[in-house]
């Protein structure tokens, strides 16, 4: 990696592929004019599955899209020359991987609410997906925590337990549980479970005598050393090279991937969040970030300086709809659908699309309940995210960023909207939504932003590519991130409180560039959106009515300055928290009403009532 | 570059059907290269480690973990049977007892001083799989099963529910459009595959299940009828091992939707004949599709590879048939009457590559490419 620094600055030209369950997908960024840009992106179904069985095919496919469409040539022997040399190859090429289903892990600890805890965020920090939480007190039965160790045939056991100097006996427990469920792991019938433990350091031996043979047992630093604190990288770092020794070189064609490159191959969710802490950390900003896929949903956040990340499995717009449906139940989709629809049609509807996943809306109905089931998935993820992005539980106060927001009680959740800077929406729902307003209006129902937040999307998906090249190149990374990979929409006025609908809520003055002044002055219950280009700003006067806070504030006024972006300044006062009408005529009227004061939806939707 | 449309489902009345049957954990192979097997031929047997269950056995005597060795009356390994004792404590005269029993009969598998717990593993779970398929073994994977060749006619449908189910093909419907009510069905479909229309009903569901029909092919199913015979709503399309006592396979999708003619037609050809079917589906990476397959009178068997061969190589092309796949047009079947390369925009707005389809000499209507899936010969 170091070798790759000291050449930072001579690196012309990048490839990153991020290697999808479905696809592969190839950026090509060059150094043009003194400065890191996306220049073409190309694309290929992953070959992991036979008849190929070699992921490096895939690879290859898409880069060879990528060469087609520069007339440049960067594969040379059946491989990706690198560096380049005689005008042939690339200066650096990375990859990140979620293939084969990504990472499935399974983690244990002493306390569910504690050290398990700590487990799961460490696990999920480092790009997996979180199978089960075995935990001391989780009240079930060491028969049944066996039974479930086994079923689930993780690619991966994360042991946590025990503060340094504490219990040793429940982590000798846990190990003896793994130990009994001998697990076989998910990929190839002969290797033996990579288990990492990351607990009580006084625990080690004895853990050492549980696992060692039965497994392939490796010792990190203790995740939660103190109750005070959490130590989570190590573990991270040390789940990651697992990932890399055990799992990755298990799927077919990735020996030859790790040959290729330079770093090592990141899970594609650990390579989001690095990007998302990137960003964090060079604007000073909070930042929720959000990933809706087929299959999965993932949401990021970085509020203060800490980072969480969790992903809700199956909730997702294509494999998993039914199960947002399941999650979510009728009414609450129907909710955000401004006309009539039957369960029974709803139903079929979202059974035909989980089998035939690659389908898309071509009647404008498919598309607005299309978009009212992504509102509900990622609201649903948003409230799993919450839970456990919370502060160290069994903990008195005393968390360094409660400065930053203010912590009531031990494990309150670190979310708070009223201080969210920024939401960032990636995934084929909000990236390709035929409006960007659409975006921004499903992910201001979806996660209820408050007081003044600026809403972006992910163009063409590539903050996977992006993350790891933040890795050795965060300059590269953040050059493309601003001028090719984000695109903002604008931002969001969202005063909290309640009021009758009909009474005002607040007024909003600003002074656009051209040195004119817009004025809304908005009702409770009602929506605006005032045009204001991207890179552009005006200085906002916001005047909220004494029932309301935008930040400040019950009543008070806020001065300040707004970017604009591709859809302009919404001007949110449905109130916080969001009560939509019950009686249903009533209902479809609001939503009516307020796509179009949006310019959401073409033509007059009251129409399709009939 | 990927493919711009869904690729069909296979509708194909002579092809060559290879099986891998494999154990979940290494195992014996009872059959050998060349060997002729019968759906039913168990090919590979193993036995998979039995369930643990574990004694707090410290807890019991009221002794320390570190005690524990002592008062143990069994052995590492030793083979208890259920209600044996397996320790025992001593106090002062004998007089106060404690005793830990064998809550199941098995093997001790540990012992520890630091929990005081001691597991026990109960006996192995014999594992037993079968070729599915008649057919000849053409290759065998050491420890582990084989593969099984046939010559079949083969179905896939789109989803499905169950597991493996062999039986004797009979026909139901009188075309792919009959809604399969319980009036069609009857004791003499007991033990069979039966092959209905567009949709099976819920009342006919449990007719089916009555008589002991064990297993159905239908064009459609309600999502509401399948919630109720699965007992909870189906999040994520992974089936296969649902015990609902028989397998379903739909060949179109939810909702009544009426079986297309070829698939029907070559069905209800083939009535009467050893069937074997699969409702197991996953709709993710490495996609598995439902399946009914009919292995072919030797007689029958004609050049199975060539016809493979042949169709590999057909696209999407003008004159292709398709079948629509979602709304508006949804079921509809038609021929591909032009194919723009420019990006069209729909009602929804939406900005795609799309496809002229004429249905039944109708005027031309556009679809988005994703939309349809081209009908394999």
Redesign the interface.
């Known amino acids: 990696m170091a070798e790759v620094n000291k050449d930072a600055e001579n690196i012309q030209s990048i490839i990153a592929t991020d290697c999808g369950s479905t696809t592969t997908k190839a950026i090509l960024i060059e150094k043009r004019d003194g400065e890191y840009r996306l220049i073409v992106r190309g694309e290929a179904p992953t070959t992991v599955e036979a008849p190929f069985e070699d992921v490096t095919r895939g690879v290859l496919n898409a880069v060879a899209e990528v060469e087609d469409l520069t007339g440049n040539t960067y594969i040379k022997d059946d491989k990706i020359e690198h560096p380049r040399k005689g005008g042939v190859g690339t200066d650096l090429y990375l990859s990140t991987s979620s293939a084969g289903g990504g990472l499935q892990m399974m983690v244990a600890g002493v306390v569910k609410e504690m050290t398990a805890e700590s487990a799961q965020r460490a696990a999920l920090g480092a790009g997996a997906i979180v199978m089960d939480v075995i935990a001391s007190n989780d009240m079930r039965q060491p028969h049944e925590r066996i039974q479930r160790i086994r079923a689930l045939r993780p690619d991966m056991i994360l042991l946590s337990g025990g503060i340094d100097g504490g219990t040793t006996t429940h982590v000798a427990e846990l190990a003896e549980l793994i130990a009994a469920a001998d697990p076989r792991p998910r990929l190839g019938m002969s290797y033996s479970l990579p288990v990492i433990f990351a607990g009580n350091v006084d625990a080690r031996e004895l853990v050492k005598d549980r696992l060692e043979a039965k497994t392939s047992l490796s010792i990190t630093e203790n995740l939660r050393p103190v109750l005070e604190r959490e130590n989570l990288q190590p573990a991270r770092l040390g789940i990651q090279e697992l990932f890399l020794e055990h799992v990755m070189k298990h799927a077919p064609g990735y020996g030859n991937l790790l040959e290729w490159t330079p770093v090592p191959i990141m899970p594609t969710p650990a390579a989001v969040g690095s990007i998302m802490q990137l960003i964090a950390k060079e604007e000073g900003i909070n930042v929720v970030g959000v990933d809706i896929g087929g299959a999965t949903t993932d949401v990021f956040s970085v509020f203060g300086e800490v980072f969480n990340r969790t992903v809700s499995a199956n909730l997702g717009m294509s494999y998993s709809i039914s199960n947002v449906l399941a999650e979510a139940t009728v009414p609450n989709i129907l909710r955000w659908v401004p006309f009539d629809v039957e369960e029974t049609d709803l139903r079929n509807r979202v059974k035909n699309k989980m089998i035939r996943p690659t389908t898309i809306p071509q009647a404008l109905e498919s598309l607005i309940i299309e978009q009212a089931m992504a509102r509900e998935a990622l609201r649903l993820a948003f409230i799993q995210h919450k839970l456990l992005a919370v502060g160290l539980k069994g903990v008195q106060q005393e968390r360094t960023i409660s400065d930053t927001f203010e912590q009531t009680e031990s494990g309150a959740t670190l979310v708070d909207m009223m201080q969210l800077d920024m939401l960032v929406g990636s995934g084929g729902v909000l990236s390709h939504a035929p409006r960007r307003v659409q975006a921004a209006f499903m992910m201001i129902d979806a996660f209820m932003p408050e007081g003044l937040t600026e809403l972006a999307v992910d163009s063409i998906f590539m903050m996977p590519q992006l993350g790891v090249l933040a890795q050795v190149h965060p300059r590269a990374a953040l050059e493309v991130f601003h001028k090719d990979c984000l695109i903002r929409l604008g931002t969001c006025i969202a005063p909290r409180g309640e009021g009758k609908e009909g009474t005002p809520c607040l007024e909003v003055s600003l002074e656009m560039p051209d040195g004119t002044t817009e004025s809304r002055s908005l009702k409770s219950g009602e929506m605006a959106v005032i045009p204001l280009e991207v890179g552009q700003k005006a200085k906002a006067i916001i005047k909220p009515t004494r029932k309301f806070d935008a930040g400040a504030g019950r009543g008070k006024e806020i001065h300040t300055e707004l970017g604009g972006g591709q859809v302009g300044v919404i001007i949110d006062a449905r109130g916080r928290p969001l009560t939509l009408p019950t009686d249903k005529a009533e209902r479809v009227r609001k939503l009516t009403e307020w796509n179009d004061a949006l310019g959401v939806y073409p033509g007059a939707h009251s129409s399709m009532e009939d | 570059?990927?493919h711009a449309y869904?690729p069909g489902l296979k509708v194909s009345p002579q092809t060559e059907v290879r099986k891998e049957r494999r154990l979940p954990?290494?195992g014996d192979v009872l059959v050998s290269v060349g060997d002729w097997v019968t759906a039913e031929t168990v090919v590979a047997k193993t036995e998979l480690?039995g369930?643990?269950?574990?004694v707090n056995v410290a807890n019991r005597l009221s002794i320390l973990?570190e005690d524990i060795e002592r008062n143990m009356l069994v052995k590492l390994g030793d083979w208890v049977n259920e209600g044996d004792l397996i320790a025992q404590s001593r106090s002062f005269f004998g007089l106060f007892k404690s005793s830990a029993k064998m809550p199941v009969s098995g093997t001790v598998?540990?012992v520890?001083d630091?929990?005081g717990?001691v597991?026990v593993?109960e006996k192995a779970i014999p594992v037993e799989i079968n070729a599915y398929l008649d057919g000849e073994v053409i290759e065998v994977f050491e420890n582990?099963g084989v593969m099984v060749k046939t010559t079949a006619t083969f179905v896939q449908g789109?989803?499905g529910i169950g597991g493996e189910a062999v039986g004797e093909l009979d026909v139901v419907a009188k075309d792919g459009s009959v809604v399969m009510d319980p009036s069609l069905i009857n004791s003499s479909h007991k033990g069979k595959i039966i092959l209905g229309g567009s949709l099976v009903t819920m009342a006919a569901l449990e007719r089916a299940k009555e008589v002991g029909v064990r297993g159905i092919i239908v064009g459609g199913i309600?999502?509401?009828d399948?919630r109720t015979i699965l007992g909870y709503?189906?999040?994520?399309?992974i089936t296969g091992s649902e015990e609902i006592g028989l397998s379903i396979v739909v060949t179109e999708?939810?909702?009544q939707m009426t079986i297309a003619d070829r698939t029907f037609d070559l069905l209800a050809s083939r009535k009467g004949m050893k069937t074997s079917i699969s409702g197991a589906?996953q709709?993710?990476?490495?996609v598995i599709r439902p399946e009914v397959v009919i292995p072919l009178e030797t007689g029958l068997v004609g050049n199975a590879d060539h016809e493979i061969k042949h169709k590999a190589v057909v696209g999407l092309v003008i004159g292709s048939p398709v079948r629509v796949?979602?709304?508006?047009y949804?079921g509809k079947i038609g021929t591909v009457t032009s194919l723009p390369p420019e990006l069209q925009k729909?009602?929804?707005?939406?900005?795609?590559r799309v496809l002229g389809v004429k249905f039944d000499g109708d005027v031309e209507v556009m679809?988005?490419r994703?939309?349809v899936?081209l009908i394999e010969e």
């Open positions: 570059m990927t869904t954990l290494k480690p369930n643990v269950q574990t973990p598998e540990s520890s630091i929990t717990q597991i593993r582990e789109i989803f309600g999502d509401s399948l709503d189906l999040g994520v399309a999708g939810f909702g589906t709709i993710r990476a490495g796949i979602r709304e508006p949804f729909l009602e929804s707005e939406a900005m795609v679809i988005p994703a939309n899936e």
